[in-house]
């Protein structure tokens, strides 16, 4: 099968062409201007490659509900060129090939269990912390929408005492966006995450918000496995931090062989950052064999 696949982001679309082994065969980065700009790009880009189908995995909030007057559209999006954008219409209309259409964080974690460290698993979580935090669920071997999707980066959280930032989200101000995504990071410390590297309070403070979260995520839909991803998650020092964080505030609460050994359940992304674009090829490979 020939394959396009899409990664629609805030400031870059992702594109490449591929097949159902997850194979890559060529990939291109394009500006994430207006629409008017950059879907005549991406839709030459996927037209000269004669692909069979198309998957994208999109920011959003998007209606990927098959059944809604929606459904494809990027909705509520404060990227407000995109408000109210038909992506999928528009790609179907111009390119006359199945699409496939989901989250951008649900279609990395359907990459990592279609060709990753989570095969084979049923329930995983995958978690991107970068200029947002945005978690894609897979749940009982399918990918989790419900009313509309998950939005699991904006879960409320209790602030630690010593932080006296007041949080970033625009809705909620101190939710794991608000306190924990990389612009967080920036305007609580005065400085860009990546050049915090050797300041051990910043780590430890993110962690601690990453665990929390991380918690609740366990409590309620009890994963085999959550991967982390994003920028920010480029900090590896992280890792053992957050373990030993979601080991005390869970304070052997459940025991599990997954509970009793945190370095293979809380793991980092296993495709090389291709996890999205991966996940955007089954996209497409479901949408060619209109499985669900
Ligand atoms: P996006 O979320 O926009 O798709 P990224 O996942 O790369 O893109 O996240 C970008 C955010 O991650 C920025 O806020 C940036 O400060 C932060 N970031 C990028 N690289 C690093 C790094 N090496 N260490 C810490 N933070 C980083
Ligand atoms: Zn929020």
Not at 14 to 34: F, H, L, M, N, R
Not at 99 to 109: E, R
Not at 178 to 199: N, S, V
Not at 217 to 240: A, C, D, T, W
């Amino acid at each position: 099968m020939r394959l396009g696949a899409l990664e629609a982001g805030g400031t870059k679309m992702v594109c490449a062409i591929g097949d159902e082994s997850g194979k890559i065969y060529e990939q291109v980065s394009i500006p994430t201007e207006t629409p008017e700009i950059t879907m005549p790009k991406l839709i030459s880009y996927f037209e000269e490659r004669k692909i069979e189908a198309l998957g994208i995995g999109c920011f959003g909030p998007i209606d990927p509900d098959k059944k809604s007057e929606t459904y494809g559209y990027i909705t509520s999006t404060p990227k407000l060129a995109w408000a109210d954008y038909n992506i999928v219409g528009t790609m179907e209309k111009s390119l006359m090939i199945p699409v496939g259409f989901d989250t951008d964080v649900n279609g990395s974690v359907l990459g990592e269990v279609t060709f990753g460290q989570a095969k084979g698993k049923k329930c995983v979580v995958y978690v991107t912390i970068g200029t947002g935090v945005g978690a894609g669920i897979y749940i009982e071997g399918k990918l989790l929408h419900g009313m509309l999707h998950p939005e699991a980066g904006h879960i409320l959280l209790s602030k630690r005492e010593d932080d006296t930032y007041e949080g970033k989200c625009p809705y909620h101000k101190t939710c794991l966006e608000g306190l924990a995504a990389g612009p967080a990071i920036q305007e609580r410390w005065g400085k860009r995450a990546a050049d915090l590297k050797d300041d051990e309070r910043v780590w430890d403070l993110e962690a601690y918000y990453i665990a929390q979260a991380l918690v609740d995520y366990i409590l309620i839909l009890s994963p085999q496995m959550i991967i982390l991803g994003g920028g920010v998650m480029h900090q590896e020092q992280l890792f053992p931090k957050i373990r030993s964080y979601v080991k005390k505030m869970m304070n052997g609460y459940i025991k599990t062989k997954e509970m009793a050994d945190l370095d293979h359940y809380i793991v980092p992304a296993s495709l090389h950052d291709d996890q999205g674009i991966m996940g955007a090829l089954e996209l497409g490979r479901r949408a060619l064999m209109k499985e669900e």
